[in-house]
């Protein structure tokens, strides 16, 4: 019997991450999660708990922390899911260089750095090995408040490409793309479940991405069926949302 495969999820100790290493526990992965503090509950499945290690991806040198835990404690690394990240939203006419640099650092630079030492490891080893960088819908559709977060989430999708054309074929790169996912917080960045629910009533598929649809989608570029797809976008946004000109239009009739 082969031994399990190993993955490292950034950002994995809540919300969407939690779930992406929930579900590669689900299915037999030894799972790394790697946050800024440890939470009091990893997540775990069938009594099996995944591994943890601090790290604040915001540093450089963090990067390198992570991907040597996995090594260190599981001798590969044959999946990263880069999914750390995220923004404080706020005027772009405001924000500081100290904030920007900040939003920069962890949604574009840290998941290179990351996938930089991963890589390092999957190529020397005779499967290789597969990335998948977690993006937002923010990066074809930006709002106000979020110029840099926007930015930095449509760099990821370019650096996905040209990392899958470098670095096959030992090692494939692939996207998740979200729309909107409903979370424990979502209604308080909405401003209330009677708008949140108004977010969910544009999407085509009548409601929001919960965090166990793009942990599905993971598990679907993860898998053997999938070794020929790199360079690929995947979108999980439930059709993405009727047009702004079209409820305007249907506004009329009210």
Not at 172 to 189: D, E, L
């Amino acid at each position: 019997m082969s031994d399990p495969r190993v993955v490292l999820v950034t950002g994995g100790t809540r919300g969407i991450g939690a779930a992406i290493a929930t579900a590669f526990l689900g299915v037999g992965y030894e799972v790394v999660v790697c946050g800024r503090r440890e939470p009091e509950d990893l997540p775990t499945v069938d009594g099996r708990a995944a591994g943890f290690v601090a790290a604040d991806l915001r540093e450089p040198e963090a990067a390198l922390v992570a991907v040597e835990a996995a090594l260190a404690s599981h001798g590969r690394i044959d999946l990263l899911v880069n999914n750390a990240g995220g923004t404080a939203p706020g005027p772009a006419a405001e924000m500081s260089a100290r904030s920007a640099a900040a939003v920069v650092n962890l949604n574009l630079l840290a998941p290179f750095y990351v996938a930089q030492r991963a890589n390092l490891a999957m190529q020397e080893q005779d499967e290789g090995g597969a990335i998948i960088n977690i993006g937002s819908s923010s990066e074809a559709r930006p709002a106000p408040g979020t110029a840099l977060y926007a930015a930095a989430k449509s760099g990821l999708l370019g650096l996905t490409r040209a990392l899958a054309v470098e670095w096959g074929p030992k090692v494939r790169v692939n996207q998740v793309t979200p729309g909107p996912v409903k979370t424990p917080g979502s209604a308080r960045h909405y401003g209330g479940e009677e708008a949140l629910a108004a977010a969910a009533s544009v999407i085509p598929a009548g409601r929001m991405a919960r965090p166990e649809d793009v942990a599905a989608a993971c598990l679907l570029l993860a898998a053997a069926d999938a070794r020929y797809v790199s360079g690929a976008e995947l979108r999980v946004d439930g059709g993405g949302e009727v047009p702004a000109w079209l409820t305007a239009i249907q506004s009329l009739g009210d």
